[in-house]
């Protein structure tokens, strides 16, 4: 099969450079589960951008490059932030519907470590699949754009250093060659016991890209979201949005103590890491299985009107946010690191562009500033579609090749991997685990090199 | 042979994709012996 552009993930990053790159290029993307299945509809507090009189570009970046520990690329945070109303305007063009006053004007709230009210939201607290629903339905509307559901990527095919395609599986393993291929397969939340992704998100494109000879960056840069809904039943962990902090709620321990005072000035609006690492702290200091967040002291109607789904949620599971404390915990929630990538999403390979959480483009530095990933995807994903459209490339590879495949089970190698890495590679590291750690995967890696994976595999 | 469990498939590439991202998680957190941003390192 062939195709223009292949893009590999159907998340914001995949959607938002479909939608960019011109009508006459034959675009396809593939999925490995549906277009509704990834971390961009889950998201809940929102986007952040710099549309307020009140913000300005210096704040916006200073906040980050502060959340960042000073380890951000200066030149490419600078551009996302310069660019956001750009991009958040083109949402709103695709019909991208976000909170607004009776007066017309963009609601904005507050999260952990911004010193302005910038962070637009949809729906509430359902931001990502406000976003994402409107731009499936774009999507749909497009006759260049084909959409391969329940589609994995498992290799890319290069020429030299130039990427023409991908191997994909679906209900057999074929190739799809393509002039452009943009990786924008999302975080590697799957990797861990606890966490707030989906468990589609297993790192397949960061892996697909170091197969193929890929530079990867800050690979260690892994955020931990403060509060996870704390329950021992297993996939109970949804994310509780930072915004509700954002918004005044409280967390505090088992002696109802407002315990982030004591490990940052802004309390529980410090930057995700120290308020991970101090609820980290707390449980190990008092042997607790959870902190909880307080909520009950707000408005009961803002509470239900401003977080209808997390208050939902919530009760569904036995806890009201207007009368009770909610068990939360930390849990993994975003991977900073990735394919290291320009300001035109592309990577060392040519041809080979990648976007969104799979990439390393540096704008978070060492932690991401909340609500700035949904820009990363947007403000990359556009930068990558006029890539595309003002490099038209010539060469065109047809291979169509097929291939069948034997039958194994390894499924007991995940859980391994999960609880290796919740254990030694979590919140609080140290070089005895970690050391560790890199001999159980690289047993696994054996254990897959021995048995299962070698040039004839298939 | 001709297969066909597409699903043990997929589930044989999610976990070597999960184990080779691991690997280098492991090998940069390794490589990084002091702590920065939300990578904490204790001594
Ligand atoms: C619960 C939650 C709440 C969040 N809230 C916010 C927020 O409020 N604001 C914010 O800025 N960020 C938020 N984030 C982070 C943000 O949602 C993600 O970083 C962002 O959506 C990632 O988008 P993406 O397109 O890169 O990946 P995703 O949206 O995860 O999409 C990945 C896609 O890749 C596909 N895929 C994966 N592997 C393969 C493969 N091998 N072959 C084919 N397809 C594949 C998947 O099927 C999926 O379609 C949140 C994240 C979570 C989990």
Redesign the interface.
Known sequence: MYTDVLIIGGGLASLYTALNIKSDLKITIITKGDLYRCNSSLAQGGIAACIDKEDSYKSHIKDTFIAGNKFNNLQALNMMVKTSKERIDKLIEFGVFFDKYKNGKLKTTMEGGHSNRRILHAGGDITGKVIMDTLISNVKKRSNITVLDNTMAIDLIKNKNICIGAKVLNKKVFNITSKHTVIATGGIGGLFKNTTNTSISTGDGIALAYRAGCNLKNMEFIQFHPTAFYSKEKGKKFLISEAVRGEGAYLKNKFNERFMLKYHKRGELAPRDIVARGIYKELIDNDEECVYLDATHLENSFIKKRFPNIYKKCLENGFDMCNDYIPVIAVEHYFIGGIETDFNGLTNIKNLYACGECANTGVHGANRLASNSLLECITFGYNIAENINNNPYKDKYILDETYNLDNWDFTHYKKKIQCIMDKDVGIVRNKKDLLKAEVKIEDILNDFNKHFYSKDFF | ??????F??????????????????????????ES????????
């Open positions: 042979m001709i297969l066909i469990n597409i043990i498939v997929k589930i044989f590439f999610e976990t070597l994709n999960m184990a080779t991202v691991s690997k280098l998680i492991i090998k940069a957190c390794l490589k990084r012996e920065l941003g939300c990578h904490y390192i204790e001594k």
